[in-house]
């Protein structure tokens, strides 16, 4: 099974910030690797698919990029609605695991 | 589109339950569905998907040989029988329904499983 570690665990940002998250895969998941916002007490969302694509309705200071098997969210500009939990995915083979997630606290 | 889980609740030890997720607004076979679940204050865990026909399924090692999904797409609706439990499957239930890439573009609400004695 593809293992993803996500990093950090943790961080701590201001608005107006930019927040980069990192997830590597295991092994090679082409672009198959998806990005999720959950905030407490609510249902993940999604936010970027296919490694970079943003899914519709979400803002553009949210980017994703690949490389090779390193995976990276970028929030350009962090606003106080971005602060949440965020998970990488890998659905490229077997079990769609997920990464450990990274909360994303207020400075 | 919508999916509505249902069928949690509090069962012993060694017990077995039924989850169900029902689907609306989309053509449900059409597409993979999965189940993902969240321990309270833990992270997210894959644990089951099924194709859209049903012929294949993945599941989580630490489900396997005890959970079963399965679909019946004259229904709209998904399940997973749940069996041999233990107090670590306590968790919120989620059933996701695939996307592009087979990301999980639509979430239910969740329906919350504890496995206490």
């Known amino acids: 099974d593809v293992q993803m570690t996500q990093s950090p665990s943790s961080l701590s940002a201001s608005v107006g910030d930019r927040v980069t998250i990192t997830c590597r895969a295991s092994?090679?998941?082409?672009?198959?690797l998806n990005w999720y916002q959950q905030k407490p007490g609510q249902v993940p969302k999604l936010l970027i698919y296919g490694a970079s694509t943003l899914q519709s309705g979400v803002p553009s200071r949210f980017s994703g990029s690949p490389s090779g098997t390193e995976f990276t969210l970028t929030i350009s500009s962090l606003q106080p609605e971005d602060f949440a939990t965020y998970y990488c995915?890998?659905?490229?083979?077997?079990?769609?695991?997920f990464g450990q997630g990274t909360r994303v606290e207020i400075k | 589109v919508q999916l509505v889980e249902s069928g949690g609740g509090v069962v012993p030890p060694g017990g077995s339950l039924r989850l169900s997720c029902a689907a609306s607004g989309f053509t449900f076979d059409d597409y993979a569905i999965n189940w993902v679940r969240q321990a309270p204050g833990r992270g997210l865990e894959f644990v089951s998907l099924?194709?859209?026909?049903?012929?294949?399924?993945h599941y989580s090692d630490s489900v396997k040989g005890r959970f079963t999904i399965s679909r019946d797409n004259s229904k709209n609706s998904l399940y997973l029988q749940m069996s041999g439990l233990r107090t670590e499957d306590t968790a919120l239930y989620y059933c996701a329904k695939t996307g592009s890439y087979n990301s999980f573009d639509v979430w239910g609400q969740g329906t919350m499983v504890t496995v206490s004695s």
């Open positions: 995915q890998q659905t490229y083979s077997g079990p769609r695991t």
């Open positions: 092994q090679h998941i082409s672009n198959y």
């Open positions: 099924i194709s859209a026909d049903g012929i294949s399924a």
